[in-house]
C-alpha cells in the first residue's frame, strides 16, 4: 500500500463516470456570500423529584425551576415531564423455530439514531441498552447473559420501555439494535449472537497465584492485561457517547464477568470513562454475569496450578481472592459513579435488569443554552432548586465539562475526535472531498483498487513551523464487506506533514491536494469509508459510498477491461511520493498499473481538462481465455450533441504482460487543442479482431481554457 501526495491545478466540477466509482461528499459550491455564524452550546439535565415519601412528585413547571450554572441564573428553554409506568405486560407470542435445524445468521449493524437538541424524540419512553462485553465474559457467562436478557425482554419489559442491544467484540463497539419495543426483534437478535465467538480474553495475574506453565523463560503479562482492560473501558466509553445523542436518561446495563484494574495504569481510562457516561447522561448498571461463586482457594480446574511456595504459605489463596474482588470493585465503581448500582454475587442476572428499570420512573427535562460560551474544556458547575415553598429531593447532574477549541485538544481527544466522526453515517462535509475508485486485475483472484482523493487547497490552514510554510492532513480510510457492513477488510490510517515552497503555498487557494493509496481485494461489493482531517483546525471531511469489483473471469462476451483512467499529468515518481526513498520507488513501479518508467498518470477525478494539455488515458484488457496474446485495435471518440466530434487514429496493441492474464496494456496521448470549449462525451473502444469480441467504455468530460 502506498501514500500519494501530489498538487496541481483544476477547476472544481464533478463529472460522473459508470466505469469507475466518483463521488463527493458536498455539492459543488457557487458563488462565496458572506454570511455570520452563531453558535450556541444547548446543556440537557435530567431531574428526578420525589417528595419526603420518596414518591416521584408530578404536575411541576419550569417557573418551579431555577437553574445556575457557575452561580449565574440560566434561562430554561425547553422543559419536558416523563411520565414512566412500571407494569411488565405478557410477552407476545414469538414464532418457534424449526427443530433440529442450526440457524446463524450474521448480524446487521446499525447505530443509534440521533434526536434534534430542541425536539424531545422519546417522550414518557424508557431507554435501557444492553451492552455485552464478549471479551470480558467466558461462553458460559455469555449463556448467563443472554438467558437473562431473554427473560427480561420475555416477563419484565413495560409498555414504556424501549431497549438497545450493544456488543463488544474486541474490535469495535457494535450497535445490533437501535432503542425499539418490538419484544420479537429483541428476542431475535438475542438468540442470534453466537455463544463463545467472541470468548474472554485470558488475563493472567502476575502475582503467586499465576499458573505454572512449565516453561523456561515466561514473558511478563502485565503490559498485555493493562492494554486489554483499557480497550475495554474505552469501548464502554465508546457506548457511552453514542447514547449520549439523546436528551433522556439513559441506563447502560452492562454484562461482564468482572474487570480488574492493573494497579494505576488504567485509573486514567476509568476516569475518562465515567466523566464520559456522566457527561452523557449515562449510567452503568453492571452486572457480574460470574453469579455466586464459591470458588477453590486455589482456582477451578481451568487454570493450572501456582507451582510455587506461595501454595503452602496461603500467599497464592489470597491472590485469588484479591483479585475476584478488584474484579468486582472496578464493576462496583463504573456502577455508584455514574448513579447506577452493580450487581454481585447473585445467580438470578435479571434482578439488575430490573433495578436499571425501576431507577427510571418519573422525571423532568430541562434544557437551556448556557450564558458562557467559552470553549475551555473547563467544568461548569449546575445548580438546581425548586422555587417558592416547594421541599422535594432533587437528583441530578450537577456539572459538566465544556466544548474545547481544536487547539486545546489533547492527544486522546484528538483521537476521540477521529472515533467520533468515523461512527457518524451522515457525511461530514466540513472540507470537501472528491474521490475516485478504479480496479485492475493482478491475478485470477485478485484485484488491486487504486483510490485517488483530492481536497480543494483553499479550504486547509497552513501554518509556520521551523519556517518553512507546511499544511498537515490526517487520513482515516477503512474498507468494509458488504455483508452487514461489519467486517472491516482492510484500511489506511496516515498522517501527511506537506512541505510547501513560497510559490506552491502562494497558490495553494487555486490548487487541491492529492492523495492516493492502493488496496488489495477480491471481487464483491464493498463500503469505504475515508476521512480527512485538516491538524491545524481540526476541520473534518468524511465521505462513504459502496463499490463493486467485478469478477472479470466471468465475463465471455466481451473484451474484460479494467478501469479506464484519464489524466492531464503524468509527474515523476520521486516528486509525486512524499518521503520517498529508492526502495519504496521500486515497489510502487512494481504493482501499481498507474506508475510506469518512472512516471506516475495522476487521475484527473473531475473530469475536467485544459484545452492546452494532453489528456492521457489508460486501461488494461485481459486476454486470459486466449492460447497466446492477440492484438487489438483501440481508439478513442469524443461526442458532442449525439456527433462525433473527434476521433483518435486506431492503435494495434501487441504487446502484453508476460502474466497468467496475457494482461494488454492500453494508453493513449491526446493533443486537446483541436477540440472546441465545451462538454464532451469520451468513448474508449476496444476490438479483438480474432474473438470478434468488443467492449466500450464512455465517460463525461470537459474542456476549459
Known sequence: MRAVIAIMVVVWTLAATNAQQIGQNAAPKGAQTPSISVSAQLVVETIVVKDKKGNPLAGLTAKDFAVTEDGVLQ????????????????????????????????????????????????????????????????PADQVRALVAAQKFVRTQMTPADLIAILRYSGSAVEVLQDFTDDRNRLLSIIQ???????????????????????????????????????????????????????????????????????????????????????RAGVSFWPIDARGLLAQAPLGDATVGSPGNSGMYTGTAALAVTNNFQQSQDTLYALGGDTGGRALLDYNDLTKGIVQAQHSVSSYYIISY????????????????????????TLDYRHGYYAGKQFRKFTATDKERQLEDALMLDDPITDLTIVMEIDYFQLNRAEYFVPIVVKIPGRELAIAKRGGAERTLIDFIGEIKDDYGGSMTITNVRDKVNIKLSDATAAELAKRPIEYDTGFTLLPGKYTIKFLARDAETGRIG????????????????????????????????????????????????????????????IPSVTRVFSKSRDMFIYLQAYEQTAPSPEPLIAFVSFYQAQAKAFETQPIKVV???????????????????????????????????????????????????
Open 369 to 392: 443554552y448556557t450564558s458562557n460560551s467559552a470553549q475551555d474544556g473547563k467544568f461548569r458547575r449546575v445548580n438546581i432548586s425548586l422555587s417558592g415553598s416547594l421541599s422535594a
Open 655 to 705: 504487446e502484453g504482460m508476460n502474466n497468467r492474464l496475457k494482461t494488454m496494456p492500453v494508453s493513449f496521448s491526446i493533443a486537446l487543442n483541436q477540440l472546441p470549449l465545451g462538454e464532451y462525451v469520451c468513448q474508449v473502444t476496444v476490438l479483438d479482431p480474432t474473438a470478434q469480441k468488443a467492449t466500450f467504455w464512455r465517460a463525461p468530460v470537459k474542456l476549459v481554457p
Open 75 to 138: 434561562t430554561i428553554a425547553f422543559f419536558e415531564h416523563q411520565e414512566l409506568p412500571e407494569t411488565p405486560t405478557d410477552a407476545p407470542e414469538t414464532p418457534p423455530e424449526p427443530e433440529n435445524v442450526t440457524i446463524y445468521h450474521k448480524l446487521a449493524m446499525t447505530r443509534i439514531s440521533p434526536e434534534a437538541a430542541e425536539k424531545i424524540r422519546y417522550k414518557d419512553r424508557r431507554l435501557m441498552a444492553f451492552y455485552f462485553d464478549m471479551t470480558a465474559m467466558p
Open 192 to 278: 442470534t449472537m453466537a455463544v463463545g465467538e467472541d470468548q474472554a480474553w485470558d488475563e493472567a495475574p502476575d502475582d503467586a497465584s499465576s499458573s505454572d506453565v512449565g516453561a523456561a523463560f515466561g514473558q511478563d503479562d502485565s503490559e498485555f492485561n493493562i492494554f486489554n482492560t483499557d480497550r475495554q473501558l474505552a469501548a464502554l466509553q465508546t457506548a457511552a457517547k453514542m447514547l449520549g445523542r439523546l436528551s433522556e436518561k439513559k441506563s447502560l446495563v452492562y454484562f461482564a464477568s468482572g474487570l480488574r484494574l492493573n494497579g494505576l495504569s488504567n485509573q486514567a481510562q476509568l476516569h475518562a470513562t465515567i466523566d464520559s457516561a456522566v
Open 542 to 601: 468524511t465521505f462513504q459510498t459502496s463499490f463493486v469489483i467485478p469478477n472479470l473471469n466471468k465475463e465471455e462476451k466481451r473484451i474484460p477491461i479494467s478501469s479506464v483512467v484519464i489524466g492531464s499529468q503524468r509527474i515523476d515518481l520521486k516528486d509525486a511520493l512524499y518521503n520517498a526513498d529508492k526502495k519504496k520507488e521500486d515497489k510502487a513501479e512494481s504493482f501499481n498499473p498507474l506508475v510506469a518508467n518512472g512516471q506516475k498518470l
